[in-house]
């Protein structure tokens, strides 16, 4: 079965840290294109980042300089490392697989929530 | 890269149409065929209905049909039932940088 199982939110206080995971099965991460979607409580979605097969890299400007995508080949996993987390950062977040220039796999969405 | 436009909300009885509207500009919507629409129920991840425009994964009923004419792409929902109520959003490539926009989104009610 073509899943993806996201882990590793929680609360985080403000200028915190944290890595999310996202394992997938039932297809190979890296040759795939693979994004986190957001979505902060009570509104829509927002991209945040993809990761290509060959390893090019882009962010969202909101999240620039402070997140970054990664992916263990070895584990079939896509990591989101989140550095100096905002207020505005709380949000579901949810691994995705692209397919043209949208997504067709959708994990369950692990929530992180900055706050003091 | 702004948001696409999609009207808030949308309603329909059980058996008609309903058409949702998502409007972008030249350098997204207008310019590539690759508008794909969302359905999100309430506490559960968003499912592709459409991609490509017009294309419709497998599993996806042929109620759900996409189209697009200059930078406005519809999403039609036929034979309204009572399990179409739901969020929904489109979204566009914008180029391989920036990737991805998504339209504020739009909460269709079955009557």
């Known amino acids: 079965e073509v899943q993806l199982v996201e882990s590793g939110g929680g609360l985080v206080q403000p200028g915190g840290s944290l890595r999310l995971s996202c394992a997938a099965s039932g297809f190979t991460v890296s040759t795939n294109y693979m994004s986190w979607v957001r979505q902060a409580p009570g509104k829509g979605l927002e991209w945040v980042s993809v990761i290509y097969s060959g390893n090019y890299i882009f962010y969202a400007d909101s999240v620039k300089g402070r997140f970054t995508i990664s992916r263990d080949s070895s584990k079939n996993t896509v990591y989101l490392q989140m550095n100096r987390l905002r207020a505005d950062d709380t949000a579901v977040y949810y691994c995705t697989r692209g397919v043209g220039g949208g997504f067709d796999i959708w994990g369950q969405g692990t929530m992180v929530t900055v706050s003091s | 890269q702004s948001a696409l436009t999609q009207p808030p909300s949308a309603s329909g009885s059980p058996g008609q149409s309903v058409t949702i509207s998502c409007t972008g500009t030249?350098?997204?919507?207008?310019?590539?065929?690759?508008v794909s629409w969302y359905q999100q129920h309430p506490g559960k991840a968003p499912i592709l209905i459409i991609y490509?425009?017009?294309k419709r994964p497998s599993g996806v009923p042929d109620r759900f049909s996409g189209s697009k004419s200059g930078s406005t792409a519809s999403l039609t929902v036929s034979g309204l039932q009572a399990e179409d109520e739901a969020d929904y959003y489109c979204?566009?490539?914008?180029?391989?940088?920036?990737?991805?926009?998504f339209g504020g989104g739009t909460r269709l009610t079955v009557l």
């Open positions: 490509d425009v017009n």
């Open positions: 979204s566009s490539f914008v180029g391989r940088n920036n990737f991805n926009v």
């Open positions: 030249s350098s997204d919507v207008r310019y590539y065929n690759f």
